[in-house]
């Protein structure tokens, strides 16, 4: 950390530390270009993975907080850049350094208004082209007058938006175009089997092949940040699970460590067990059901039955104890909701019995398959350095080689006291990204195996205050969520709610991606490589 | 399932009362019960699920819950195909002209069972900015369902309601429910689409 900031501070004498959680950059924007070049390509620094973009109004000026991690070094650092302009707030583009950055401006942009020079593509990412205001600015009005509940279909430009810093320093609004005129453009989605949800693509074909895929989100887009920046503490839990529905427990899990880290509560060694034991679990219901629709999209219908019998019988489990079958809000400040049920170990024994056989099984009817491996290798191959660059994590990052598990690279929790090993492969095709999860779930059976027969005795749940207050400052959490890094920004005033609340999904990135991959594939092949980033809409979206 | 095991007789026993107020003719009648019977047994879906609620759908048609016992198994891509729409899952304003189109799309007659506290309310979603608050603000409801998510056995629950209010409707003629979503459309029109 102190050689990180000595080499910062000798190469920008302008910039000023704060030791937090990370070391936090302040740096004025005209040279955040240049810090941030020297952060990616300094063989000291290599910050090579951007995690995330988080807008922010401070009510006297409008900001990001960058938060980076290097891949190779393990250390991570987050900058901070700020304006004063509220009418026409702007601030350097750095997507020619990270690729994801494009998409993330594009969100920052979406929710500030602030606009990012250089950025190719400024359109809104979530809200439709005449929404009304930056919903999450301070002063937004919030009013259903304001944006109105509208039958009529939304307005489509073939345009967007760039703004271009001319060498007299003057910046210039440029309207560039995002198909050609000459392209064929075919509509997918958003009411589509195959998009796993109401995702939208608008895909420039070439005969068969893809030229060129225009993504559009925000057709289930909550305003969960929003919501819960009117919300306590304990009220903001129970969105995690309505994220990413598969992966409920994790989510809790991140956003329950961020809050006790912020307020000083240590949990009990037991709560810290079951949580562990329940993120797993989610993990196995979670592949099982990725397995399952997955091969549906490729038309075999029948593995969807089969892989659902298991995610039935974990359901059952989580019903026991957490009394539902999805949306569980089983994660709480200090612990966990409930002890657990009388019979949980034993049903979970049982399940990790019948496990083994019904992977075999799976493999037998799908993963040898002539038709399955025709379709998926050598598919959307996605190689390691467009991985980072892009921050697709998860099981579809260490498909292509990048060892990004959290569990293992910031061990969170228990998971460092535990024996299991991250699966990656090399080839970085769909087959790749499949396979890891197939052997993913091994894994989850083996934590599970080690932690079933010692829960330890103690309370679930230690007591915490029942008004939460948490003083001011802000803090970053990771966890390793069922489909990727999942984190969890949050910035306190000192009141009882979060002043901001940032969730980054790991959805966002792997549905950026895809326009990468598919380029000069076939239209068909867009089914297969989508199932296998395996996104969930609602999470990119949030 | 028992008659008197239903909640709600008594607003059928109600529709049906104003169905019947001007008598039924016996040919017509028999017709109507035949053509219902058929109907109300082979209530297609449309495939449409945009969050959480969609996902207990899935469930739904797999092995243990197991809607092919009641022929409702067929869940179609094409809105031209099916007979009711399940809306499972919130719906944002971005997506309400959407669902809409896929509603004007649906062959009559259709039905719209709402599925889960968001599709009836904005369910938890309720200080949103961006989600609409109950979706009988874009189409006629048949059925509203509330749970976040309701279970599979509510799901159950809910299409038999539905095929309930199939049976006693009249197909020829006569007064039915077709009145109550004529008026809700002239009410909430769409620029350049007849209703
Ligand atoms: S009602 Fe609950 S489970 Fe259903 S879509 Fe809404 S939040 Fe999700």
Request: aromatic letters at 10%.
């Amino acid at each position: 950390m102190a050689e990180i900031k000595d080499t910062i501070a000798r190469l920008f004498p302008e910039a000023t530390f704060e030791d937090g959680d990370t070391l936090l950059v302040n740096i004025p924007d005209k040279r955040w270009h240049d810090l941030a070049s020297t952060l990616r390509d300094n063989s000291e620094l290599k910050f090579d993975f951007l995690v995330t973009i988080v807008g922010m109004d401070w009510a006297d000026k409008l900001g990001c907080y960058y938060y980076l991690t290097s891949t190779e070094y393990n250390t991570h650092i987050s900058v901070k850049v700020t304006t004063e302009d509220k009418e026409h707030p702007m601030l350097h583009s750095v997507h020619d350094l990270w690729q994801i950055a494009g998409i993330f401006e594009r969100e920052v942009y979406d929710f500030f208004g602030i606009v990012f020079i250089g950025n190719p593509d400024m359109r809104r990412l979530f809200l439709d082209i005449d929404w009304k205001g930056f919903p999450l600015r301070k002063d937004f009005d919030e009013s259903e007058e304001n944006n109105p509940v509208s039958v009529e279909s939304e307005r489509q430009s073939d345009f967007t938006d760039t703004w271009v810093e001319l060498p007299d320093g003057e910046v210039e609004k440029r309207q560039v175009r995002v198909f050609q005129p000459e392209d064929f453009v075919v509509n997918i989605g958003p009411q589509h089997p195959a998009t796993h949800g109401v995702l939208r693509f608008r895909t420039a074909i070439d005969g068969e092949t893809i030229k060129k895929i225009d993504v559009y989100m925000g057709y289930i887009h909550r305003g969960i940040e929003k919501i819960c920046e009117k919300l306590t503490y304990p009220q903001t839990l129970h969105f995690m699970d309505r994220m990413d529905y598969f992966s409920g427990h994790p989510y809790h899990h991140c956003l329950c460590m961020t809050i006790e880290e912020a307020a000083g509560i240590e949990i009990s060694r037991r709560a810290q067990v079951i949580r562990v034991i329940m993120d797993e679990l989610s993990r196995i219901a979670s592949h099982c059901l990725f397995i399952g629709t997955f091969c549906m999209d490729l038309g075999a219908t029948t593995m969807l039955f089969y892989t659902l019998r298991v995610r039935e019988q974990i359901l059952d489990i989580m019903e026991k104890t957490c009394g539902a079958r999805m949306t569980f809000n089983y994660g709480a400040i200090g612990g966990v909701m409930q002890d657990l049920a009388p019979d949980f170990v034993q049903d979970v024994k049982a399940l990790l019995e019948v496990l083994p056989r019904n992977i075999k099984e799976y493999n037998k009817l799908f993963t040898g398959n002539v038709i399955t491996k025709n379709r998926m290798e050598g598919v959307g191959v996605l190689s390691k350095e467009d991985a980072i660059s892009w921050s697709v994590t998860g099981p579809s990052g260490r498909a292509s080689g990048w060892a990004c598990d959290v569990r293992k690279t910031d061990p969170y929790s228990i998971y460092g006291e535990l024996d299991f090993e991250q699966v990656v492969k090399t080839e970085g095709d769909s087959m790749a990204r499949f396979k890891v999860r197939m052997e993913e779930m091994e894994q989850s059976a083996r934590i599970i195996s080690q932690l079933i027969d010692n829960i330890p005795d103690g309370e679930y749940c230690v007591k915490v205050p029942k008004v939460l207050k948490l003083p001011a400052g802000h803090w970053f959490r990771t966890v390793e969520g069922c489909r990727g890094t999942f984190g969890v920004f949050l910035e306190s005033d000192g009141t009882t709610s979060p002043y901001r609340l940032k969730l980054v999904p790991p959805s966002l990135t792997a549905a950026a991606v895809v326009d990468h991959i598919t380029r000069g594939n076939k239209i068909a092949d867009l089914i297969t490589i989508g199932g296998s980033l395996d996104y969930i809409v609602p999470d990119m979206d949030r | 399932m028992p008659y008197d095991a239903w909640k709600d007789n008594e607003y059928i026993e109600k529709l049906v009362k104003e169905l019947q107020a001007n008598g039924t003719n016996v040919v017509v009648g028999s017709l109507d019960k035949l053509i219902n019977w058929g109907r109300s047994n082979s209530i297609w879906p449309l495939t449409f699920a945009t969050s959480c609620c969609g996902i207990e759908f899935v469930s739904l048609g797999a092995a243990r819950y197991d809607m092919a016992r009641f022929g409702w198994e067929v869940a179609r891509s094409s809105p031209r195909q099916a007979d009711f729409m399940m809306v499972a899952g919130t719906i944002v304003k971005r997506m309400a002209p959407v669902m809409r189109r896929l509603y004007d799309q649906l062959a009559e007659p259709k039905y719209v069972i709402a599925c889960g506290a968001c599709a009836v309310s904005g369910g938890p979603f309720k200080k949103s900015y961006h989600v609409v608050m109950g979706i009988d603000q874009i189409v006629p409801v048949d059925v509203f369902l509330p749970g976040c998510p309701p279970r599979p056995e509510a799901m159950i629950y809910a299409i038999m309601q539905l095929s309930r209010k199939m049976k006693v409707e009249k197909f020829f003629g006569g007064v039915n429910r077709k009145e109550n979503q004529k008026e809700f459309l002239k009410a909430h029109p769409i620029q350049d689409v007849e209703n």
